[in-house]
């Protein structure tokens, strides 16, 4: 049993090692991200997701139907730009994407994937927890008084041969409440923090995208989702995994 889990922990290690060498650009693309890396860290600074009151932890567990919204941990940025070439969002070709992450925590997947992703162009999302979302909105307020998310999206913009004005204000959106009863009906491409979901929970996330998701092109979830037609498998560094390990991301398409 343990050289089996060590293979695993081994081929996982390869996994990541040759997706991420893959995946470093060069130039003004890898200048941008050197850029959406410190925004991240200095904007979401004293923003953190992990700490909420135990109070509001006990609220949302007894409210939540099937998940632990109290858990927490976070997708890397580096995990972030795995899943986004995946999806092709790193091109413009076709019409632009509108991405969401159901169950956002503080929102920096969000920003982020909006910063960098110029097949994009609208990112939203969905929180139950209250503290976590208006630490999400406060940072991405405090990004855009600062001009530095116009900057950044303007840079992604004009590098990606697009002429249109960025236009961050009406762009990213964060809505505080359950990820079962938001609008996804002009969505294109969905991530799902699943991993506290209960199999009703999984259930009815998968049946909601399934009637839903008029738009979809593809749902990332950390857990199997039924009713979906699987395409892939993703490994992506999570916050809670060891340097060079990650979480397997299950790929649907509609
Ligand atoms: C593990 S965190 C992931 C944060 C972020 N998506 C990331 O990957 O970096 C999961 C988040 O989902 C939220 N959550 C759990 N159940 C939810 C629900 N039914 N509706 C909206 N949010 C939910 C939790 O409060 C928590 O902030």
Same mark, same amino acid.
């Given at each position: 049993?343990?050289?089996?889990?060590?293979?695993f922990?081994? %081929?996982? !290690?390869?996994?990541? =090692?040759?997706?991420?060498?893959? #995946?470093?650009?060069?130039?003004? $693309?890898e200048? @941008?991200?050197?850029?959406?890396?410190?925004?991240?860290?200095?904007?979401?600074?004293?923003?953190?997701?992990?700490?909420?009151?135990?109070?509001?932890?006990?609220?949302?567990?007894?409210g939540?139907?099937?998940?632990?919204?109290?858990?927490?941990?976070?997708?890397?940025?580096e995990g972030?730009?795995?899943?986004?070439?995946?999806?092709?969002?790193?091109?413009?070709?076709g019409?632009?994407?509108?991405?969401?992450?159901?169950g956002?925590?503080?929102g920096?997947?969000?920003?982020?994937?909006y910063?960098?992703?110029?097949?994009?162009?609208?990112? %939203?999302? !969905?929180?139950?927890? =209250?503290?976590?979302?208006?630490? #999400?909105?406060?940072?991405?307020? $405090?990004?855009? @008084?600062?001009?530095?998310?116009?900057?950044?999206?303007q840079?992604?913009?004009?590098s990606s041969?697009?002429?249109?004005?960025?236009?961050?204000?009406?762009?990213?959106?964060?809505?505080?409440?359950?990820?079962?009863?938001?609008?996804?009906?002009?969505?294109?491409?969905?991530y799902?923090?699943?991993?506290c979901?209960?199999?009703?929970t999984l259930f009815?996330?998968?049946?909601?995208v399934?009637?839903?998701?008029?738009q979809?092109?593809?749902?990332?979830?950390?857990?199997p989702?039924?009713?979906?037609?699987?395409?892939?498998?993703?490994?992506?560094?999570?916050?809670?995994?060891?340097?060079?390990?990650?979480?397997? #991301?299950?790929?649907?398409?509609?």
């Open positions: 049993m343990a050289s089996v889990v060590c293979s922990a081994l %081929l996982s !290690v390869l996994t990541l =090692a040759s997706t991420s060498a893959a #995946a470093i650009p060069e130039g003004p $693309a200048s @941008l991200r050197v850029d959406v890396d410190r925004v991240l860290a200095t904007y979401w600074r004293g923003r953190e997701g992990y700490s909420i009151s135990a109070k509001e932890q006990r609220r949302l567990d007894r939540a139907r099937g998940s632990k919204p109290s858990t927490y941990g976070e997708l890397t940025a972030v730009r795995l899943l986004a070439e995946r999806w092709g969002l790193d091109d413009t070709e019409a632009p994407g509108i991405f969401a992450d159901l956002c925590g503080v920096k997947m969000v920003v982020q994937v910063l960098e992703c110029p097949g994009v162009g609208r990112a %939203l999302g !969905v929180e139950l927890s =209250a503290t976590r979302c208006r630490r #999400a909105r406060e940072a991405w307020e $405090a990004l855009l @008084l600062s001009d530095e998310a116009f900057e950044l999206r840079r992604l913009l004009k041969g697009c002429e249109e004005e960025a236009s961050p204000q009406d762009e990213v959106e964060f809505i505080q409440g359950d990820l079962l009863e938001a609008d996804i009906s002009d969505v294109t491409h969905i799902l923090s699943s991993l979901f209960d199999e009703a009815a996330s998968a049946q909601k399934q009637q839903e998701g008029r979809l092109r593809g749902v990332a979830s950390l857990q989702l039924p009713l979906l037609r699987k395409v892939g498998e993703l490994l992506l560094p999570m916050s809670w995994a060891s340097r060079g390990l990650g979480t397997m #991301a299950y790929l649907y398409e509609t």
